[in-house]
């Protein structure tokens, strides 16, 4: 019988690099097609994946089950190591574009600080919904999971995952909506 995924990240944590090669077959595809949506290059995004792994080998014991699953930790590492390699690229591409363009680097760093505080809002927005809705929304979203694989992988019908997304969507639209009268109210 195979081993669970967390069974996998606690044998990782032993250092059995069995267990790393059993989780890479299982999320290796689906953790670089989320790497190359945000880095849009195969290699950089072959790179993140690379660092995901090696962080899961060197942090496995950090995995707590009760906070979550197993894949979405992974995917989340896998996130953070996409999202680190293109700031790296952009700073690369930042400092190269300094001394020719003084005034638009400025407008970059707004951008950029408005992108990261929209990244935060959504975070504390997903951070809200039930551990079911996130799940979901996370694998579709950022794992790039249709509904089917989505069903499969979770083991649950295709109904419910539809439910979980269309209900998990329509949280997170009322939790950002007070989010934004918030802020309105506040200018």
């Keep these: ?6 069974e996998l990240l606690a044998a990782i944590s032993t250092g059995d690099e069995r267990a790393l090669a059993d989780l890479y077959d299982r999320f290796g595809r689906i953790a670089y097609g989320l790497a190359l949506r945000i880095v849009r290059d195969p290699a ?3 790179d993140a994946v690379q660092d995901a792994f090696l962080a ?16 979405t930790w992974l995917l989340t590492l ?18 190269q574009l300094a001394d020719d363009v003084p005034a638009a680097a400025s407008t970059a760093t707004d951008e950029e600080a408005a992108l990261r505080e929209q990244r935060r809002t959504v975070q504390a ?13 996370e694998l579709a ?5 249709t509904q089917a694989e989505l069903a499969e992988r979770l083991g649950i019908p295709i109904g419910t995952v539809k439910s979980r997304v269309f209900a998990g969507l329509a ?10 009268d918030l802020t309105r109210g506040t200018e």
Aim: glycine share 8%; net charge positive.
């Design 141 to 145: 979203y950022y794992g790039g999971l």
């Design 78 to 95: 896998v996130h953070r190591r996409a999202v680190d390699i293109v700031r790296r690229e952009d700073r690369r591409r930042t400092d």
């Design 171 to 180: 949280r997170l639209r009322d939790l950002l909506g007070e989010t934004d």
């Design 125 to 137: 927005a997903l951070a809200r919904l039930s551990p079911d809705q996130r799940e979901a929304l």
């Design 1 to 6: 019988m195979p081993r669970t995924d967390e």
């Design 56 to 71: 899961a080998w060197r942090t496995g014991a950090s995995f707590d089950s009760r906070r979550g699953k197993a894949q």
């Design 44 to 46: 950089l995004a072959q």
